[in-house]
């Protein structure tokens, strides 16, 4: 079975710096690994996502996320962090296979403090 | 083009009234998904329409919910008898060409529900 782990609920980093927010996962076989942002009153908006080639996957509004297969992570990061950023984050795997829905975590709630 | 759209954006219900939610997803796309977000909890998948084929009813808690896709396109959630315990967001998701993992979903803003 395919599961999610964020292993924080809430990130606070002070505007400027860099945040990340951590993630990892279990999945048979190669994973399909997402991140997406939530802000207040919204739906779920696509930031980035890895499927095969460079670790280091860049994203949408400076965002970025390094796949490691040995510690089943995709940690997301961002070097200087917004005030505009603060939002709900959510980590979603999907295994091989294409009519597997996704697997979400918890989700992370990030506050950047100006 | 327009993204996924749903409607009511919210809806207040007494127990044990049915609810009807409904999905309009991306032109084209062929997938659509339902999740659930509870307070405090991530999204629980429900139920997942690919094409013509099956769904997968795998995520359904229990046989008070049902949905249905007509024409290939606007899906709608039914909960039937609805319990305190069914209030939460419930959100649309749809993707273009499903059976490729690697295709991102795009969510509709969510449906509000609050059973009194």
């Known amino acids: 079975a395919q599961s999610v782990a964020q292993p924080e609920d809430q990130v606070n980093v002070a505007e400027g710096n860099p945040l990340t927010v951590k993630c990892t996962y279990s999945?048979?076989?190669?994973?399909?690994l997402f991140w997406y942002v939530q802000y207040p009153n919204r739906g779920l908006q696509f930031l980035l996502k890895y499927i095969t080639g460079d670790n280091l996957v860049k994203g949408s509004y400076g965002f970025e996320a390094e796949f490691n297969k040995s510690q089943t992570s995709f940690h997301l990061k961002k070097p200087s962090a917004l005030v505009s950023d603060s939002a709900l984050y959510f980590c979603a795997v999907r295994g091989y296979s294409g009519n597997t829905p996704l697997v979400f975590g918890k989700g992370t709630r990030l506050s950047v403090i100006a | 083009g327009a993204g996924v759209s749903q409607s009511p954006s919210n809806k207040v219900t007494e127990k044990g009234k049915d609810v009807e939610l409904r999905c309009d997803p991306i032109s084209g796309h062929t997938a659509l998904y339902w999740y659930r977000q509870s307070l405090g909890q991530g999204l629980e998948f429900l139920i997942y329409?690919?094409?013509?084929?099956?769904?997968?009813k795998s995520g359904l808690p229990s046989d008070r919910f049902s949905a249905e896709r007509t024409g290939g396109s606007v899906s709608t959630l039914t909960i039937q008898r609805t319990q305190q315990e069914d209030s939460a967001v419930y959100l649309c998701a749809s993707s273009y060409r499903g059976t490729s993992s690697y295709n991102e979903q795009f969510f509709g803003p969510g449906t509000r529900l609050t059973v009194l």
């Open positions: 329409f690919q094409g013509n084929s099956a769904p997968d």
């Open positions: 999945v048979s076989g190669n994973p399909y």
